[in-house]
């Protein structure tokens, strides 16, 4: 079990990292502030590039939230005491699901939605994104998930 | 306050929350106005063109009001070494390129036709691709596209970051430094000004009138209407003259489409190419390989259940 419970967080952590970083990538930051400049960080500035990247990455995020739900569904091994963080993790990685999809399925050709509701899902994905990120770095600073150890404390 | 369009208002609630509104008074309202519905494309026809600017010109007095007004002096940028400042406020006469204050231009090709030496004079402008990359990956939706095919850019909204220039395969939007929500925002962090790009007289349109370049022309160039007939009629006219056509694939299709006597490989090499200046290369789709992934998704939560049900399976095999 533990060793499974590793293996979810190293896959969650570096998908999580691919993800985050193609999509801060979204925005024309990683050249004017030279990141890209850093040998082999040079696809950062690639619009297209980390478009796909950030699509590939979705879709093993996606497969992979699945199965850790329906996993949760079915196991229901102490994971009853969820605190409010975790709930608010939760939470907002369905909420990056959801606004991810409608945002793929805006990116297809097409007018399906009105440009404020783009708006709305452009500035609640990167909110969302934030929120789940900032929550991360809290636990990781506090020691609540070790990385590369195969333990996971309450 | 800008007022929400009636069609605008409908697809927000209908996206936000999921009302089927197809029966509904609100849908009927919306059919009132079946012409914004579908794409409109224009049709450029080469070889009526004589170069005369005219479109130019109207372009520019038509969309006066649009312009960028920049403060002075600008803020400091940070690092200025890669926030190039681009000023054209100063030189909002030029019309031999497109710059913020020129959103159509005329490109000049010395050809021979049937031979005979004759000089094709070439409107260009943006495209109004049929799935803009630079609507579709701007990050803050300060790009739209409307329902009748047409992509502009929100002056209110756009940062200047320049991504969509980055991503439209012609270059087309032009930025204008010192104008703008960046100044309200982090003026020296993030942004550096405002895109700007033929619009397609959205405002025009709206009101049922004629893009002010078509109105303008003497010469007919450019007619405008639904992008099956404007095909149709394209291709009409390529066979008549035994002719070329540009823009109906290009990107993935464009509602724009041009006909020429000429092949656009051969003016691609007699026109001016650069900054500011778009060339006529045929362009492959640039979405196309990321709506393909888009369409792959689908299999990822099924692998995901699949997945986690082939564990439960196993486990209770193990339990027994
Ligand atoms: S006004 Fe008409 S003829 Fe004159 S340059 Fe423009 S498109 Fe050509
Ligand atoms: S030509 Fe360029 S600016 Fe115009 S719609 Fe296409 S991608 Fe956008
Ligand atoms: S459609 Fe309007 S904005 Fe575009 S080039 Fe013509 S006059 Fe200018």
Known sequence: MKKTLRIRNLIYFFTLFFIALSGFAQMPIFKRYYIADIPGLGWLAQFYVTHYIHYISAVIFIGFATYVMVDFFFVKIKYDKFSFVAYTKIASIIGLIVTGTLMMIKNLSGTPFSAGFIIFLDISHLGLCMILISLTAVDLIKGQIKLFSNEITK | MKKISRREFIKTSFATAGTVVASSGMAKAANAVPRREEPLATLIDISKCIGCEECVFACQESNATKFPKPKKPFPKMVPTSRVPVEDWSEK????????????????????????????????????????????????????????????????????????????????????????????????????????????????KLENGEKPACIEACPEDVQIIGPRDEILKQAHKIAKEIGGYIYGEHENGGTNTIYVSPVPFDLLNKKIETGVGKPHLFKVKDLMADGTNIAKAMIIAPIAGVLAALGKIHMQSKEKK
């Open chain 2, 92 to 203: 909002q006469d030029v019309t031999d390129r497109l710059t913020p204050y020129n959103w159509l231009y005329i490109q000049h090709a010395q050809v021979n036709v049937d031979g005979e030496e004759i000089e094709l004079t070439i409107p260009r402008r943006c495209m109004h691709c049929e799935n803009p990359p630079c609507v579709k990956l701007c990050p803050w939706g300060a790009a739209k596209q409307e329902d009748n095919g047409l992509s502009r850019i929100d002056s209110d909204l756009c940062l200047g970051g320049s991504k969509c220039k980055t991503v439209c395969p012609w270059d087309i939007p032009q930025r204008q430094t010192g104008t703008g929500l960046y100044l309200d925002l982090l003026p020296s962090m993030a942004g550096n000004g405002v895109m700007y790009k033929c619009d397609r007289c959205y405002d």
